[in-house]
Nanobody, 126 residues
């Protein structure tokens, strides 16, 4: 069993930055693919980024590529999402997700993840 707790959300002006953190409990964190998803009001949950078990491979949604960076610290059981050049359209609840896999394919769909955090709200004002 893995429990995920996100933090770092808040209100920021367009062009600003935020860093989200996701702390994981339980063992074998280094064997999990970690992902970030977001969900805006009235919209479906969408993929943002994921990072493989070692941190050596990352994948981003086109909408955030070049602005967001996902990283992980396996010694601290924590994954991060650095968000720069934020836009109003980035406003959403952001969720951390985990699945125990070393697969290098896929990972962009919510159903592929087993564990989810409670979410942290990000609001970008124009």
């Amino acid at each position: 069993q893995v429990q995920l707790v996100e933090s770092g959300g808040g209100l920021v002006q367009a062009g600003g930055s935020l860093r989200l953190s996701c702390a994981a409990s339980g063992r074998s964190f280094s064997s999990y693919r970690m992902g970030w998803f977001r969900q805006a009001p009235g919209k479906e949950r969408e993929f943002v980024a994921h990072i493989n078990w070692s941190g050596g491979r990352t994948v981003y949604a086109d909408s955030v590529k070049g602005r967001f960076t996902i990283s992980r610290d396996n010694a601290k059981n924590t994954v991060y999402l650095q968000m720069n050049s934020l836009k109003p359209e980035d406003t959403a609840d952001y969720y951390c997700a985990a699945v125990q896999t070393r697969s290098v394919v896929a990972g962009t769909e919510p159903y592929e993840y087993r564990y989810w955090g409670q979410g942290t709200q990000v609001t970008v004002s124009s």
